[in-house]
């Protein structure tokens, strides 16, 4: 099973992305980059690091991995999270990175006070390339879960198992990614629930 961790800061990324993406793609990401770190300033993964790593992580599971390369959908990887996870709205990400872009970030974003269950419900719905977003941001989250507690490890897995890897079955790199995935796990399914 292939693990996307090469990419921990834009130095690292920006030379496999020049090679594998036009310049202005590049461009595009770096931009959407330095607005997403500046965004998130300080968050921290719950293993501690700095969140933009798992941006970077998610383009590296996108680029490298799926071999994706439409600038909206690798630029709303990037930004994923913005309207989740900070004060950032889908007006100024339409403002600065298009009407496309934010209303892929939009659909991969729990909306504020929804249900967690609910938002997973609804990507059954969303447009393909929202799919690719949501599909990169979960390998990245769930390539090292034995870096997480027990609880939400078996917590984690399940909720991939039921709600995304479905997703994934219309997209062969990410299918194949997730079934290795899920038989290097299934001891999960055995453990005691929480």
Request: proline fraction near 7%; aromatic fraction near 10%; include cysteine.
């Amino acid at each position: 099973m292939q693990i996307f961790t090469s990419w921990p800061s834009w130095a690292h990324a920006e030379g496999p992305l020049s090679r594998a993406l036009p310049a202005p793609t590049v461009a595009s990401l770096r931009d959407a980059f330095v607005f997403a770190r500046r965004m998130h300033g300080l968050q921290q993964r719950p293993t501690g690091r700095p969140y933009v790593e798992h941006l970077l992580e998610a383009l590296e599971v996108a680029v490298s991995g799926a071999g994706l390369s439409e600038r909206e959908v690798l630029v709303a990887i990037v930004l994923h999270d913005v309207l989740e996870d900070t004060p950032c709205t889908e007006g100024e990400i339409a403002r600065r990175f298009g009407p496309e872009v934010a209303a892929l970030v939009r659909w991969v974003s729990k909306p504020v006070g929804g249900s967690k269950a609910d938002y997973l419900a609804a990507l059954l719905k969303a447009p393909p390339r929202a799919v690719l977003v949501k599909l990169s941001d979960r390998v990245s989250n769930v390539q090292e879960l034995h870096r997480m507690t027990w609880r939400f490890q078996r917590r984690y897995y399940l909720e991939t198992v039921a709600h995304i890897m479905p997703l994934a079955g219309a997209h062969p790199w990410f299918a194949e990614w997730f079934t290795e995935w899920r038989l290097r796990w299934q001891r999960v399914e055995r453990w005691p629930g929480s």
